[in-house]
């Protein structure tokens, strides 16, 4: 009989499904997940987050986190009501967006269970317990998870922080009779679209046995960067031309940082008109906080502005609106003006305040930068609907609607297939590591037919098994 290595990977979360990310790596014994995060959209799949864990909490020996976006770390509080003893691991910045992220949620949170008269998921004081339990680890330290696992993290260039996560793992018992095999398993996170502002491009890695990789865009390629910067620049120009307000949704991390980067260059090199810039959104104004906090994360072509002196979050005309007082004196400041604000998809926050006083003028422009997801009134109003209803009042949409994709923080299609490519087959020649062979792609993170797609695209054009595991699946690695 076959000897089986012990080394399981279960699938909670993120398989089928781009939210809700858990993966659960059994290896001789010690137990370890990768990500803890909510799911996110519909409200079936949202249902899901009040359940609890499929596996004992109290079992855990640690958790890795990729990046601190919420469907990646918004079950981390649930998971230490649960009995969760160990350490968290995570980037230096990730462990500062971490905490943002998930006291802001706790208001939210707070807000919807009020409404609709249940328990919020989670409080403050577990927030505060998360955060006492993570370890900041750099990138490119291999570090001891548990017994038998460590792990390296690499530059996943999808936010500031985001981590490709390379797994050591104890194996089978060596052939040679001492010790156990090593197995490598990497683990994609988020992977970004270079060349994105600020961030540096996903690593290319070359060993692994088995690879996880994400699907967001597997059955797609983006439109370039650069034409989604020409866009911004055009919207500001014509709006300012008509006298109007630029009305930008966006999330708060970043994308607002991202358009704040490039606002600086184009305010400096005058390619602009001098009008006032305000991000109004007390999240994004912490979150760039944060970026500001760790320059040498960014690409070299940031870092190289920052070394000339430029300070890359600021330039004349921006204003960070924080307080609600300040935020209703933007309605003060004649136009043309530009305003950023959350949240990205318009359901909520203070954006909805601004499209309600300025959707109805033509003289106004509304620019979507972001995703607008099926039942959000960022979608209604980006197919072109012509009354909305925002705030419980119907808006007649007069302003000028216009998008942009070129922002995107995921690769696309034909990106996702040259990471994928470059694991191969490594001898050992001068005696080093021993080599790795690429047995399996476990494509993860996507909706069903992007996910579908490029699992095909791995079997047929790079001849390597690839499988899309079902939610609760689980793998024996040997
Ligand atoms: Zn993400």
């Known amino acids: 009989m076959a000897k089986t290595s012990g080394l399981k990977l279960h699938f909670y979360g993120g398989a089928e499904a781009v939210t809700g990310v858990n993966y659960l790596l059994e290896a001789k014994g010690a137990k370890i997940l990768v990500d803890c995060g909510l799911f996110q959209g519909s409200r079936e799949l949202e249902a899901r987050n009040s359940q609890p864990f499929a596996y004992d909490a109290k079992e855990i020996d640690a958790v890795i986190i990729t ?34 992220i998930l006291e802001d949620s706790v208001r939210v949170l707070a807000e919807k269970a009020r409404h609709a008269g249940v328990v919020p998921l989670f409080s403050q004081e577990e927030v505060d317990e998360v955060m006492s339990r993570f370890v900041a680890v750099d990138y490119y330290k291999k570090t001891k998870a548990a017994k038998g696992i460590e792990f390296t993290f690499h530059d996943a260039g999808h936010i500031l922080g985001s981590a490709i996560v390379e797994v050591d793992a104890a194996g089978p018992p060596s052939p040679k009779g001492s010790g156990r095999v090593n197995k490598k398993i990497v683990f994609s996170g988020d992977l970004g679209h270079p060349p994105a502002p600020l961030l540096r491009a996903p690593d290319y890695l070359t060993q692994a046995d088995y690879i996880l990789v994400e699907s967001t865009y597997g059955d797609k390629n983006h439109e ?43 305010v400096e090199h005058k390619r602009i008109p001098r009008v006032p810039i305000f991000i109004d959104s007390p999240l994004a104004t912490h979150i760039t906080e944060v970026y500001k906090k760790y320059p040498q994360y960014y690409n070299k072509k940031a870092v190289f502005e920052i070394d000339s002196g430029d300070d890359v ?46 959707l109805s003028d033509p003289r106004n422009t509304l620019l979507m930068v972001g995703y607008q997801a099926e039942g959000t009134l960022g979608r209604r109003l980006a197919d072109g609907q012509k009354r909305v209803e925002v705030l419980d009042q119907a808006i007649e949409v007069k302003a000028k609607i216009e998008k942009i994709s070129g922002y995107s923080a995921h690769a696309d299609q034909s990106y996702l297939m040259d990471w994928v490519k470059s694991f191969k087959k490594v001898g050992s020649p001068d005696g080093g590591e021993a080599s790795h062979e690429l047995k399996k792609v476990f494509v993860v993170q996507g909706e069903n037919g992007p996910s579908s797609a490029l699992a095909s695209l791995i079997r047929d054009e790079l001849g390597i098994l690839a499988q899309v595991p079902k939610m609760g699946e689980v793998a024996e690695l040997d």
């Open 313 to 358: 979050f600021n330039f004349p005309g921006l204003r960070f609106t924080v307080s609600s007082k300040e935020s209703k004196e933007i309605n003060d400041s004649p136009s043309p003006k530009v305003i950023i604000a959350g949240s990205g998809m318009s359901q909520g926050g203070r954006i909805v305040h601004h499209e309600v006083r300025y």
């Open 67 to 100: 990046h601190s976006h919420l469907d990646h770390i918004g079950k981390l509080p649930q998971l230490i009501s649960a009995g969760f003893g160990g350490k968290i691991y995570a980037t230096p910045p990730a462990v500062d967006f971490t905490r943002l």
């Open 224 to 266: 370039s960067p650069e034409e989604g910067e020409e866009k911004v620049e055009n919207a500001i120009e014509d709006t300012v031309a008509r006298g109007g307000v630029l009305m930008i949704p966006s999330f708060a991390m970043e994308r607002t940082q991202q358009l704040l980067y490039h606002l600086n260059n184009l």
